[in-house]
């Protein structure tokens, strides 16, 4: 089974470390991205004593001012009258004593000292556990959105030092806790990505948030069965089969892992079901378990850095799967940390599966720029830069009948090669299904509305027939 966001979201210059941000600087960004208008809480919470009146009048002051001196004097005279409070005057059972010393210190962007006052405020007063938790979440958002920021920039280890951020002030959103998983992963600490989309699975879930729940299910499952730890991995993809129950990939996988504890009986009725033949001697079946584990050993060595190895292997897979996608992205960021030009002539297949991807465009242009193709690289980056929409796929799910792909398309602020904005335009693609040989199955016609930048749109796509083992699509 591959873990989809450990190979399919491994991206050029992935373990290119930078320092972790100072704490100066993360209190900073806190502070920067909390509201700049003080929204009292709704949950009748009451000061109860003149300092911790005074210390919500202090909060109030320094969110709303716009002087950033008169800012600062606010909150460290609210912090003071408050702890005043707390410890001169008996307010250390007063909630709204806690409350608004938590709200203070987000404000000045300490972390940890919010979490414990706010934590105090909520056990002694559940009733305002919603008002707590759209103050956690408020601090929550800025972080979450820096790190994807970091993300971005390949910047991983600050990215990194975001999240924990997030996810120490509020965890009832999987989303930090996922990321930080993803970046365990590709940087090979399996042991802390598992924690990491343990944790999600089990937030998305409890908070309903199905495709965070799915990928991080996936991805757990996936390590715990490439560690050997078969029968941790059982459950969880038990779990993710019946949440998803087309990928056929992860039931052969769960089969896998039913062999591996003995569970033969089980792993029979699942080959039956999705058309593979018993194993000979209880092992997986021929080409689906080779061609897994030729993917698993090249995605292995390209997280260990060993690049060339890599791309050897990546080029084995696509010499008997031309249209794998997969290896095809592998063997394009393996060229990339080789810095070798051949990433244009594999960037460019990976293009034709799948135009309206801009991280493949992006790829395109670099390879035609590492292979000094400069008027090539100049037009593929007008059009990167013009590109309304970018669309990624998230899951090809083929059965021994026909195939599902779920996707997802997002906005992009286009601009002309002047840097004139765009009007974002919808669009029709048609999604092909392709046999091992690269005949088309049978296709399917995709509309996409006009997407603001940021905006996204879901897109599954549905396809009948036998044999299907690849995709791509193409603009109408």
């Known amino acids: 089974m591959r873990t989809r966001i450990v190979t399919?979201?491994?991206?050029?210059?992935?373990?290119?470390?930078?320092?972790?941000?100072?704490?100066?600087?993360?209190?900073?960004?806190?502070?920067?991205?909390?509201?700049?208008?003080?929204?009292?809480?709704?949950?009748?919470i009451k000061a109860g004593h003149f300092k911790v009146q005074s210390g919500a009048t202090y909060l109030k002051t320094g969110i709303e001012t716009e002087v950033p001196e008169n800012q600062t004097r606010a909150l460290n005279n609210g912090k003071k009258v408050l702890l005043e409070a707390i410890q001169q005057n008996q307010q250390d059972k007063n909630p709204a004593a806690w409350y608004y010393l938590g709200r203070i210190y987000l404000q000045q962007g300490d972390i940890a000292g919010a979490d414990s006052?706010?934590?105090?405020?909520?056990?002694?007063?559940?009733?305002c556990k919603k008002d707590i938790s759209d103050v956690r979440y408020a601090a929550w958002v800025p972080l979450v959105n820096a790190g994807i920021s970091f993300n971005k920039e390949?910047?991983?280890d600050s990215a990194l030092a975001l999240y924990r951020q997030a996810n120490s002030i509020y965890r009832d959103k999987p989303l930090a806790f996922l990321n930080a998983g993803v970046i365990f992963a590709n940087a090979?600490?399996?042991?802390?990505?598992?924690?990491?989309?343990?944790?999600?699975?089990?937030?998305?879930?409890?908070?309903?948030?199905?495709e965070d729940r799915n990928a991080a299910t996936r991805n757990w499952g996936a390590l715990l069965q490439r560690a050997g730890r078969h029968q941790e991995a059982i459950p969880v993809l038990e779990k993710y089969v019946a949440w998803v129950p087309k990928d056929v990939e992860v039931k052969r996988a769960l089969a896998s892992s039913y062999r591996s504890t003995g569970q033969n009986d089980k792993a029979k009725a699942i080959d039956d079901e999705v058309g593979v033949g018993a194993p000979a001697a209880g092992q997986p079946?021929?080409?689906?378990?080779?061609?897994?584990?030729?993917m698993s050993a090249a995605v292995t060595l390209y997280n260990s850095k060993k690049y060339a190895e890599a791309a050897a292997a990546f080029e084995k897979v696509l010499a008997t799967e031309p249209n794998n996608r997969d290896a095809l992205y592998g063997l394009a960021n393996a060229y990339v940390g080789l810095k070798s030009p051949k990433l244009a002539d594999a960037a460019a297949r990976l293009v034709a599966i799948e135009p309206v991807n801009e991280e493949a465009v992006r790829l395109l242009a670099n390879g035609q720029r590492m292979a000094k193709k400069e008027t090539l690289a100049n037009k593929t980056a007008i059009r990167l830069l013009a590109m309304p929409t970018s669309v990624k796929v998230n899951q090809f799910a083929p059965t021994a009948d026909g195939a599902s792909i779920t996707a997802a398309a997002t906005g992009r602020?286009?601009?002309?090669?002047?840097?004139?904005?765009?009007?974002?335009?919808?669009?029709v693609l048609i999604f092909e299904f392709l046999d091992a040989q690269g005949a088309v199955v049978a296709n399917q016609e995709v509309e996409i509305p006009a997407l603001k930048a940021g905006e996204t749109h879901p897109i599954e796509v549905k396809a009948q027939g036998q044999g299907i083992a690849a995709w791509r699509y193409k603009q109408k």
């Open 117 to 127: 006052s706010l934590t105090r405020a909520e056990t002694m007063l559940p009733a």
């Open 413 to 427: 602020e286009g601009e002309t090669a002047q840097g004139k904005p765009l009007v974002a335009k919808p669009l």
């Open 8 to 44: 399919a979201v491994t991206v050029a210059g992935l373990f290119n470390a930078v320092p972790l941000l100072a704490q100066a600087a993360l209190n900073d960004r806190v502070a920067k991205g909390m509201p700049s208008r003080f929204t009292p809480p709704t949950c009748g």
């Open 188 to 210: 090979n600490q399996a042991d802390s990505a598992v924690v990491y989309f343990q944790k999600a699975s089990q937030v998305a879930e409890q908070t309903n948030a199905v």
């Open 285 to 294: 079946s021929a080409a689906a378990s080779a061609s897994a584990d030729a």
């Open 154 to 156: 390949e910047k991983n």
